[in-house]
């Protein structure tokens, strides 16, 4: 009798072979919920108002789900959070305004929520990569080069 070494291949790592059995790759992604439509709706209109107890809001909205779970659907759905979901759209408003109108910058940044400057320009440039000054400077030189 000859021995033969044995031959083992790989299958990656342990948590490749968990994925191959975890129930995301079972479940069909969910798509927007009608739970999540409400809440983005809310969001959309009144950013605020979010920003106060999410029990409260599920249950004037008529949700039937808790903060938690709201809060977990939200993120499946969206890809992203809440709070992070309302500062985007905090901010693409204020962005629109900028380059709209001929507000300073501090009314812009109070009307979108921030009760000072410098938060509001960090989270200006955390998402547009450019601070607000400059946002609004690239405005006139549009008009100025068409």
């Not at 039937?64 to 969206?78: D, G, H, I």
Request: include cysteine; hydrophobic fraction near 40%.
């Amino acid at each position: 009798m000859i021995y033969e070494r044995p031959v083992v291949h790989s299958c990656g790592t342990v948590h490749d072979i968990v994925d191959l059995f975890s129930l995301s790759r079972i479940q069909p992604p969910i798509s927007d919920d009608w739970r999540v439509q409400k809440l983005r709706g809310l969001i959309d209109v009144d950013p605020a108002k979010v920003q106060r107890n999410l029990d409260e809001v599920c249950k004037e909205l008529g949700l039937c789900v808790s903060a938690r779970q709201a809060r977990r659907l939200f993120k499946e759905c969206t890809g992203m959070g809440i709070k992070e979901y309302r500062m985007k759209r905090r901010l693409d408003s204020a962005a629109r305004q900028l380059r709209t109108t001929d507000m300073p910058i501090k009314a812009v940044a109070g009307i979108a929520g921030y009760r000072h400057v410098s938060t509001f320009t960090k989270h200006f440039m955390k998402q547009f990569r450019v601070r607000p000054i400059d946002f609004k400077r690239l405005r006139y030189v549009r008009y100025v080069a068409a």
